[in-house]
């Protein structure tokens, strides 16, 4: 099963982990950028209602939060939809059940295709045609109705995190009920 975390919650983990957040997150990532998402009850993936577990971190995050699916390799490819049984449910109306499929490259890069099937995608702000794969470079924005994915390849999801990470410090040394 393809997992998804909550970038919140690798955000702790980038802070606890330091340098070891490499190593325990060697993948590439799609992030389904802050928004209105919904997590389905029944996924065993479900995320959703996590909770810092140290009230110093509690109201330090920035509003709002994105989702985050590691791509891991060795497995054919990895189908991304509304549909429950996607590697990937995004839950979103303006999503088509099956719309696109993510594939691994030899050289440990990733590619993307739209499925016929499915609804119009954009990558880069192009449309992307159905049935031609598509590589996929870090930062690379894609658009499905409502919902915006950005690729990450494993160095840029742990500068990502390191940003992130740094901005909630920063955060937290600026709020008046934070520890001196």
Known sequence: ???SLLMSLLVR????LKEKFRARYPHSWLVWEAGVWNVPESSEQNHGATRLPTSDLRDCLP??????F???PGR???????AS??????NDATVS???????ARPDGGWTVEALSQGGPAMLGGQLLPPGEPRPLESGMHLQLGDVRLTFH???SFHQRMGHTAALVMAQMRGSPNSPA
Request: glycine share 6%; aromatic share 2%.
């Open 1 to 3: 099963m393809a997992r």
């Open 13 to 16: 983990q980038h802070l606890a």
């Open 63 to 68: 509003p709002g939060d994105a989702m985050c």
């Open 70 to 72: 590691e791509l891991t």
């Open 76 to 82: 054919d490819a990895l189908m991304i939809g509304r």
């Open 85 to 90: 049984h996607n590697a990937f449910v995004i």
């Open 97 to 103: 059940r099956e719309h696109l499929l993510l594939r």
């Open 153 to 155: 390849d494993a160095e």
